[in-house]
């Protein structure tokens, strides 16, 4: 298990200083020396120096680093530094040296209460704030006591009882990203579509939520029953590969039945992830045309096209050429938005903050090289792009959540319901 | 006021101020200095003078200040060990506060003091804690267990806390028998043949009730544990497949990799006819992918354990090779993973995308990944046969962009194309031979070298070519290389190279130190002057074509690996004995056998077709991998070599030795070593028939070796339609042989002779075809010494030395089975350091220690330590106590395994006593049956 963990600030400075078994002997300082302070880049998150083994993760420039002589369970030691930063984050905010520094007493508290020996323990934020406050512990009742205790050690240990509301409210954001990876002549090498159902929740008592959407398994299962419905939702339905879901979501009621019921978490948290290959709607698309004038010339031409409903308005655009790193000048004309060329960046920018459904638009552009006698080709990095779409690329639709508290006196038509849909690119790329 | 300013004091005499302010009566000034303590400790200052100054602080109310007090005193106890014992007091009363928390951060903190005084005081507090009524308050006090338990082991077993332990299992708090769990399972690693985890059906059941329940951490250790279950039968394993496989969908990907580890286990179990066994790999292959979108880190451990899945079974992913295309913005250590995956899954049906993306990564600018990419462009050529010629058209092209390291990269691939393809791309040397100027890397240059060598009757200026390679010959890492090709050349174009080659010989036999390059000097100088025509045969011999798969993972490492998804040894491709010390994590894991009802639907190479099942004798026991074999047998008969030494792991020292050089040395008749990847071994193929030159300077002879027991008939000529074979192993400075005997006394001829061993315990595989010169006639007798390498395929049999073989010759198979002497295996580096020995010695728990008596055996000391030192059994140390003789004694089995003996000779009494102690307790009853062969002769 884990023997130790640490936190670094950029210089190597040690912030906080964990250690849960004698074995890892002067680790702290082993980390440094040959991980931080190292000349190359990093070859990998996980090192072994000297039969010890070490984990880091890096939050802007401060370093995680769990330790372990054993042969732990590597994935977990990764999960728990990641929650580790989401449960300091959602203390302190920003993980960063001075959060970290103002923290410190704070961030011992919860070290020790999250990890035992070594052994992660309850991580969920809402439990851990009942008792782990900045403000020093209030006295308590003994119901008080043996609530908490109960909750953290408890089957739904995200929750506590007895929350209320005066009016009952739940948000669901599908939070997509769309990959691409396109080949110059406009062929799609990979496309992928992670989304994410995010929810917030403010609701009374310990409510018993379903939520369900347009997969396709569930729609056939259903429409043996009604003929015509599968023929009117069957188009709609998608093809999801494979999903995950919070740890609040009974997953052998999905396995057998693939239903999504839960007790949900009080506030933010994630309900889902999904991974959809099929079907993708790919709301633009790049046409790049980079043609080699002479050595010193370069003469790029790239279209975009914008590929949904008239109506709707995508947002955020940016379109980013890279350029040679011996570029020397640059000259760029486009129709439609702003474009720069930034030399720090090696890359033309190209921004259009907002463009309706199925319209294209052009940008041309003439590099000029210095000569060089590096023999190596320019190695012509991808067009990348970025966006936000009002709506889902996998085809993604909610088609109910429903809300049941058998305890307390609200139904699910009391419940007000919000759902947003927004698109975004992730790795978007073209190959020029 | 935030907390960053306690950072920052480093006044002088601050250690004072801090005292007074300790000693405050206010309690939040108090608090402040305890903060300041804290702050300083964690910066590294020594702040120990300040403890019983902190401790005084303990007793109070504030559960942030005692938090911080305990922080404190887990961290300097150890230094004050005495100071720490006026805390017990605070501690055992904290045990019994009415608040639930406070309890449990008592007995947390306490068995984090690591000190001895205390833990006799943590006994009885601890023995409420674990049945302590709140949940909370218990599984705290389950963790505690082990804590105490890495403190002072017996005390905890005195104290009976491992039952009270156990108990907690079935516990009703989810999170409490989760924390149990997690407990045993690390107190069981380091007492592995104890039964703490006695997992039966019940406790399974109730394991698997707890993982609906429980927190994502818990989820982890209790799949975990259950991965080490032994389930009953096939049944059983499918239902608690079945139980698991909801766990794939789950958030953490921790959860996910250690779902995936029992059911990769379980599978084993299950028969592939079952469609439960199809619907289990459709459920694998999303669940994988989808943990390539999770934080880079993860990816790259997620990508670790995909490359040994997809080597167990390959079928789970081999439509997702998109998934592991390389992205620009990917960390290198995914790219890299990436790449090794996109290889080990390419095939026809994807190669021309597989292609085209290589050739996108190999204008990057990361330069390993860039090598690597080219190297796998070579990989690919070399796994599908149908891609070659496109890879090595995309290969010119890269070596048409200059890149210096791309260029390199792409020869030292080109180099293994042609020993896959001889005679087949050789029009691309003359593109090769341009670039010679811009090699500057040995394993390039070498691969040059090489090619030239191999290839010289086709390039017209080739002499020039070495020529100018041999002007740099003090660069020592290419002259073997040079030495080799140079001779080659010199066989093929005599006339105009003898200056040349002369040179060569006088540099490598004269001027050089390096013992390998001057005795290969000698050995074809001798060769060339002896027998022209021999020499010929020798160094030009055909040499068998390299495998297809390179860098497969050793089939029994990589079954263990697969008992440890998702842990650093699945990261590392390497058991955890290789990087973790002590005892914990060297038990040796596997994956369970197949149920009998599945065997028979198991292996597809089982064919009904071989041998009519009435002439197979009745010495085989298991016919299936014989047939298998059979096969393969039939198809061609030059049986090339044993698989790859591939695995770095497999590589290490002893293999490497046992298969290559010292092969060379010993055998005879020796023909082909085994061919490898490595471009070290490059020079090896002029290994053939050295052993001819032996004979013909008659140096054998001299050489001692392992005792040698008279040969027996192995297969008499009844069962064998006239053809007897009898036969004897004998070990030679390295090297194994069979000695056959081959008797023919039927009425026809024989030919076509060829042996094919059956997996055994030790890999033990012929390194060579067996080479019966002219037909045997009648009533003709030939001796054979066929020489044995252990890299072969590796499976236990029963009894552990029984080999299994199978002859061929024009007019049928047959099969025997032999039983093969233990000290044949005994390998010359087997003396252990004293130290080490002591070591060990200590190391090995005693119940692996195995005592024999040998009887008649009236030899003194001396005499027997020299007979045992002739078949490599070493005296580390000798000792006399009163009046008897004990010799500690050595000795390393090829495969690594270890024995350590103490034998004691009573003078005058003919019996002595033989103690063995052995990581691998099975060997010992046959290593005593070699002490006794040994002494006895």
Redesign the interface.
Known sequence: ?IGGLFIYNHKG?????R?????IGNA?DAFRVNVIHARQ??????T?IA?T?F???KRSNIWLAAV?????????V?????KMCDVMAAYFGKISE?NI?????LI??LL?EIL??G??????TGALKT?ITQQ??KS?T?EE??Q???Q????I?WRREGIKYRRNELFLDVLESVNL?MSPQGQV??A?V?GRVVMKSYLSGMPECKFGMNDKIVIEKQGKGTADETSKSGKQSIAI???????CV???K??SERSISFIPPDGEF?L??Y?TTKDIILPFRVIPLVREVGRTKLEVKVVIKSNFKPSLLAQKIEVRIPTPLNTSGVQVICMKGKAKYKASENAIVWKIKRMAGMKESQISAEIELLPTND???W????I?MNFEVPFAPSGLKVRYLKVFEPKLNYSDHDVIKWVRYIGRSG?Y?T?C | M???K??TTTKKGEIFELKAELNSDKKEKKKEAV?KV??SM???KDVSALFPDVVNCMQTD???LK??V??YLM?YA?SQPDMAIMAVNTFVKDCED????IR?LAV?TM??I?VDKITEYLCEPLRKCLKDE????R??AA??V??LH?INAQLVEDQGFLDTLKDLISDS????VA?AV?ALS?IAESHPSSNLLDLNPQSINKLLTAL??????GQ??IL?CLANYMPKDDREAQSICE?V???L??????V???AVKVLMKFMEMLSKDLDYYGTLLKKLA??L??LL?A????Q???LRNINLIVQKRPEILKHEM??F?V???DP??VKLEKLDIMIRLASQANIA?VLA?LK?YA???DVDFVRKAVRAIGRCAIKVEQSAERCVSTLLDLIQ???NYVVQEAIVVIKDIFRKYPNKYESVIATLCENLDSLDEPEARAAMIWIVGEYAERIDNADELLESFLEGFHDESTQLQLLTAIVKLFLKKPTETQELVQQVLSLATQDSDNPDLRDRGYIYWRLLSTDPVAAKEVVLAEKPLISEETDLIEPTLLDELIC?I???????HKP?SA???GG??VVHKSLPPRTASSESAESPETAPTGAPPGEQPDVIPAQGDLLGDLLNLDLGPPVSGPPLATSSVQMGAVDLLGGGLDSLIGGTNFVAPPTAAVPANLGAPIGSGLSDLFDLTSGVGTLSGSYVAPKAVWLPAMKAKGLEISGTFTRQVGSISMDLQLTNKALQVMTDFAIQFNRNSFGLAPAAPLQVHAPLSPNQTVEISLPLSTVGSVMKMEPLNNLQVAVKNNIDVFYFSTLYPLHILFVEDGKMDRQMFLATWKDIPNENEAQFQIRDCPLNAEAASSKLQSSNIFTVAKRNVEGQDMLYQSLKLTNGIWVLAELRIQPGNPSCTLSLKCRAPEVSQHVYQAYETILKN
């Open positions: 298990m400075e040690v912030l906080i200083s250690v849960y078994r004698d074995d702290v880049q990093v070859r990998s998150p996980v072994n039969r083994s984990f880091h993760v372990t002589k054993q042969n732990v369970n590597a994935a977990m990764f999960e728990f530094l990641y001075e520094k103002n923290n410190f007493v011992y508290e020790d035992d020996f052994y992660p323990q309850n991580s969920e008792f020093g512990i308590q003994k006591q043996s908490i205790t109960s953290v050690t408890g089957q240990g990876l090498l990979s992928h992670s590969d494979d999903c995950t879901f919070h740890q009974r997953l052998s999905f396995d994630e889902m992830r991974r023999k190596k080709k190695a012509r990095p991808p990348s790795i790329e190959r | 935030t907390d960053s306690y950072f903060k804290i702050a964690t910066v590294g504030n559960l942030e938090k911080l305990y922080l961290n150890k009415p608040n639930p928390l449990a947390r068995g984090c690591r709140d949940p909370y308050v599984k705290t963790v505690c082990a804590k890495d708090n989810p999170m409490v924390n997690a690390e609906n329940e429980c927190t994502e951490w982890i250790f975990d139980r496989t909801p766990r969908s789950h958030a953490n990907s921790a996910v990799l250690s999303p669940p992918v989808t979108s934080e880079p880190e993860l790259y451990v997620a998109k998934v295309f992205k620009y913005n290198i250590y995308q993306e996108e204008t990057e600018v962009t200059k890149v440890y998702g842990t650093l040894a699945s990261v590392y955890p990087f973790v010390e914990r994590g």
